[in-house]
């Protein structure tokens, strides 16, 4: 039987088959098994915005879904989850349906109102290396009372840590990851983030080549990247550790020391005798990087 759920940045995984708080949702027996909407419940300040998600299950090829807002009025939905709620107090629900059998469908309710709290948030969806540490503090703002306190919870199996001040811990696996952030003052102004954890590797070839003044010559790299469909790559003069160096232009155009690099891996040599060092790093995740060294004499 196929599952999934939402998909971000075209990151394949089923790691939220356990999510808590996914509301039931209508099923069919064709194809589709079952459908539901995380979280059921809402409630928004007029114009506010909240991420949804989903889970879904069959055995269709095709585990897509449409989003959509069931009150005409009721506010929008991007086809990635993410709900504005309209300037109109009231109830209106965000449905989320199979695209391989509309008929199976899930809705959650949606109250707008205006509110003392307002927990929002200025982004929700984030990129960061496996294992690294994110501040998330930085992209919640909380008004209307003075406890501007926020609760900070892991919705995801495996999906890492994240402490009471909001600084996330990547897990050591690519994927993406769900997390809620509620406030401490009123329980029902809440929010998700999606953090999807990339990984990457990348080599370098020749990793070191000698060439004379002013002499040509060619690197290749070999890249492999997951949880980002990002495969494109930066080539810059750096330090031995792989550091850009200041001045350093990726591509055709000369360096402040007459050596240039093309996007293809096309290096000149500079002009004077010595040691330099040429790196290839992934766009996706620049600190993975890979360093030659090039000897010029």
Known sequence: MNFTRRLLLSTTCGLFAGLAGCGSGSSSSTGISSLSISPTTSSLVPGGSRAFTYFIQGTSTDLGVVWSVVEPGGGTVDQTGLYTAPSAPGTYHVKVASHFNPATYSLAAVTVAPSAVNLQLSTHTLSTAAGSTVNLA??????????????????????????????????????????????????????????????????????????SPGGTGTFGYSLKVVGSTDNSISWFASDASGNKLPGAIAGSIAQPDGSSITSSGAYTAPSKAGTYFVTVASNALPSVHATATVTVN
């Open 138 to 211: 930085q992209y919640v703002t909380v008004t209307g009372t003075f406890n501007v306190g926020v609760i900070w919870t892991v919705q995801s199996t495996n999906g890492g840590t994240v402490t009471s001040a909001g600084v996330y811990t990547a897990p050591p696996q690519a994927g993406t990851y769900i997390i809620k952030a509620t406030s401490a003052a009123d329980s029902t102004q809440s929010d998700l983030l999606f953090i999807t954890v990339v990984t990457a590797t990348i080599s370098i070839s020749p990793t070191t080549i000698t060439l």
